[in-house]
Structure formats: C-alpha cells, structure tokens
C-alpha cells in the first residue's frame, strides 16, 4: 500500500534494517500500516515467519502503543545482549547462542488454572494474532534500545488457559538445557538456575505485555530469547524473560533471578523509575544505543519508561522507592 514498489526490496542481502528504514521514509510519523512490512517484501522473512507456521496481521494493532523514534539498528539488537545463559559479555549471546534447539518448542502452563497442560509452540501461535509493536527496552545498567518486535499479547494466552481466582502471579521460567547453553555449565555463574520472572496478575494482563516471537518482521535471533520471550516495556529489562518454557500461575508472589541474587539492588517490580536510584549508580539517564567516542547518545530516562500514561495505574498508592 504504501510501499513503492515490491522490486525496490528483492535484494538477497538487503537487511532487514535498511528494510525498516525505507519504509519509515514513506510512511513518515505515521505508523498505521507498519506490519504491512511482513507480508510480502522480504521473501526471506517471508520464509522464515511460515516455517514456524507464523500467522500474520496487516493491521496496525498496536493501539497506539508503538513509538516513533529512531530504531536501534538490527545489528546492534543482535549483537549486544544480556543472556547469561551464554556467557556473561554483551556478546557472548550473539556467539554462542546458535547451537541452541529451538523447535520444537513447547511451554507448560501450570498452577492456578483450568487448562493446564504442554502446549506446543505451534499450537499457541494458532489462537494469536501477531502484531508488531515498535518498544523501546531500557536495561538496568543504564543503556536503550528501540526494537520492533513481532509478536502478542500475554493477555491472550492467559485468557485461553482460564485462570482460577487464586491465579495472582505469574511466574516464568526460561530453559535448563547446560548442553546447549554454556553459562549454565559454568563455575563462574552465581546464578541459580533455570532463569525466573514474574509478574502480579494485571501487570501480565496489561495490554503493553507482549511475548514476542520476532524482532525486524523476521524469527527472533536465538540471543533475543527464541523462540520465546517476554517483552514488558515499562520495567527494566532483566524482566522481560528469554527462552521460556513454563508459566506457572500462583497464588503467593513467586521469586525471581535477580532479586535472589542482589534483593537490595533489584527488586520485583523492577518499574523504570529515574528518581530511585540503583545503589552503585544512577537511573535518571541512559545511553540510547548505538553510542560511539564522540556520540554517547545520553538521554533522560522517563518514568515507567515512558509509558506511565498507559501503566502508571496499576501502583496507585504504592511507595515505589520500596516497591523498587
Ligand atoms: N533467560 C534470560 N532472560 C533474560 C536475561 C538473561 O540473562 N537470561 N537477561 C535480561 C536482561 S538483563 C535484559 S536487558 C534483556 C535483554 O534483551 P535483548 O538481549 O533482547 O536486548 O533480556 C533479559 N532476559
Ligand atoms: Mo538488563
């Protein structure tokens, strides 16, 4: 529709970047129309999307939630990244990560619900619509991306396993597999693992919560958390979950990773906030990547990340310098 002309995009080794960046030239501020990206001007993605038996939306679905800001390029997603299930440098992921299984893929639903069960990846793909929502992610060590993500609202799929009364958590849980992910082989790691997170009940069924399955209209990059993670915007990053395999719904507030590790400096509810400080630096600013020398990008960091208009809400009354 508002792309030219699909010739303009056949290129075999166009990226999905500069694809991004052509599109944002003709579709300006606006970015109504934005999924009409992913069907049909990248045939690689194309591929890459149907092989997962990926169903796709050209409709904007988003609700006004994505932002116009300059992207983070796609090589800057993929190459610099926490997932310490590969290591512990920004750039172990992108190195070690490849080997990983990832289909099939399948996610136990547990606890608080009528519907438990094994669900594979296929099938919960099958009841979703996916949309792409353009967030920016605002790590706790004081660096942003802007990333295009592919992928659903929590709230779908907790809505399809019908949570009982009690179902006031969600806990998440990301893959043990130290075969295939050497961090967790390693004598170095302090970390428990597998990997947890969680949420309160609303905060998972806020329309913002997205699990994505894609970054850039493509299958995300095994060190974005393939073939399935959790994306929560407002709150720092290390809550939004990579590589998960079981979501279990729970009465009491369950534990998570960083919190066991250091509860002084993270706590559960990790909401980006620039007047708490973290305890051996601040949060009132951060670096919007890619930075250089000469560039270092120093932004303001905004309450709840900038979404406090949509979440800001769901903590009314709440101290969040003790609620950190
Ligand atoms: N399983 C798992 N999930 C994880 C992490 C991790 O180490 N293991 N790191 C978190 C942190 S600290 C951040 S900032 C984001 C980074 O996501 P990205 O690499 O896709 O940008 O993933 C989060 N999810
Ligand atoms: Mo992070």
Redesign the pocket.
Known sequence: MLIKNKADFSSADITPESIYLRRREFIGASLIGSAALMTGTNARADAELARLNFKKTTRDTSGGFSTDEALTPYDD?KR??????FGMDKGD?EKYAGGLTTMPWSVAMEGEIAKPGNYPLEDILSWVDLEERIYR?R???AWS?V?PWVGFSLAALIKKVQPTSKANYVQFV?LERPAEMPGQRSRFSTIDW??V?GLRMDEAMHPLTLLAVGVYGRVLPN???APL?LVVPWK????????IVKIRFLEKQPPT??QQLAPSEYGFYANVNPQVDHPRWSQKSERRLPTTLFSPNRIPTQRFNGYAEQVAGLYKGMDLSRYY
């Open positions: 997603v610099y990244n926490n997932f310490y299930e992921p992610l790590c706790v060590e991306m990333i990301t597998p990997y997170e060190q974005n958390g993670r720092y990053g290390f809550k939004s979950i990579k590589s990773t960083w």
